[in-house]
C-alpha cells in the first residue's frame, strides 16, 4: 500500500538526519560555507574575493527567517497540489 | 552502473577516513571564483538555459495542464534547497530536489528552475552568489538533473522497479552536483605542490562526503512524491513519457 510505504519513506528520510546527531561527537554542525573558503585560502594564500553579496542577512535570525519563509512557500504548493489532487480523485 | 557507484563511494570513504573533516557543503560562495571562470561557467550554462526554456513552452503549449505540475517540480526544489540537513561529517548541506524535475519533464527544463532558485538564494540569502551563479547552476541545475534523467532512462531500459530508478537518479544526481562542485572549485585553485588532484581530494572531502546521507535522503523524498505522482497524476505522467513502459499498474504495485 501506497501510503505504508510513504510513510517508511519519510520515517527514513528522519532517521537519516537525526542520527548524525547523536553519532558525530563535537561536531558543529555549522552551516557556514567557512570550510570551503578556509581551504581556497590555504591553498591560494593570496586569493581575494574580488565581488561581496550585494546584500547579506544581517544576522542569523534574519537569515533562517528567509529559508523558512522559501521552504514555506514551497511546501504551501506541496500541500495544495496534493490537496487538489486528492479531492479530484473523490 | 552500480559498480562503478561501489566504487565511487569507497573511494569517498576512504578519503572520509584519511581527511576528517568538520565542514559544510554548498555551493561556491560569491566572489570565490576567479573572473575568467565565473564567465567560463556562465558561458557554459546559458545555451542550456535557453534550450529548457524552450523545452518548458514546448510541454506547456502541449498541454497547459502540466503547468501544473511543472510548479509541483519547482516548488519541491524550492523546499529541499532550503533544508540545511546536518550530517555524518559534522556539518550541514543541503539536498538539490532537481532530480524530480528532471525525470518528470527532462534536464534542461531543471536548468530553467534550479536558477531560479540559486538566483533567489544569491540575492535574498547571501547563499552561493552572482559571481559564480554560472558555476552553481552548472552543477545543480545541468550536471545534476543530466545525471538523474540519464539514468532514470537507463534503468527504466533494463525494466529496474520504478522505485530504484527513481531513487537512483534522485540520489546520484544529487552526489553528482556536489562532485562538480569540487572539480570547479579544484580548477581554479589547483594546489602549488599537488596540483589539480591534490586539490579535488581536498575538495571532495569538504563537499562531496558530507553529501552522501543527503543524496539517500532526497532519493528517498523523491520516491515518496513521486508514488503520489503516480497514484493521482498517471495521465500527465504518461504524457511526458515518464511511464512509457506501462500499461495501467502505478507504483504501488511493484515498490
Known sequence: MNKTKNIILAILVILITAIPLFIVQNGEFTGADGKAEELITTISSNYKPWFKPLWEPPSGEVESLLFTLQAAIGASFIGYFIGLAHGRKK | MLKRFENLLVILVTILLLSPQYASAMHIMEGFLPIKWSIFWGALTLPFLLIGIKSIQKNVNLNPKLKMLLALAGAFAFVLSALKLPSVTGSCSHPTGVGLGAILFGPTAMTVLGSIVLLFQALLLAHG???TLGANAFSMAIVGPFVAFGIYKLLNKFNSPKWLSVFLAASLGNLLTYITTSVQLAL???SP??????SLLKFMSVFALTQIPLAISEGLLTVLIFNFLTT???NELKELNVLNNEKTSPIS???
Open chain 2, 129 to 131: 552568489g552572482i559571481t
Open chain 2, 188 to 190: 581554479a585553485f589547483p
Open chain 2, 193 to 198: 605542490t599537488g596540483g589539480f588532484e591534490f
Open chain 2, 232 to 234: 493521482y497524476n498517471f
Open chain 2, 253 to 255: 504495485e511493484e515498490a
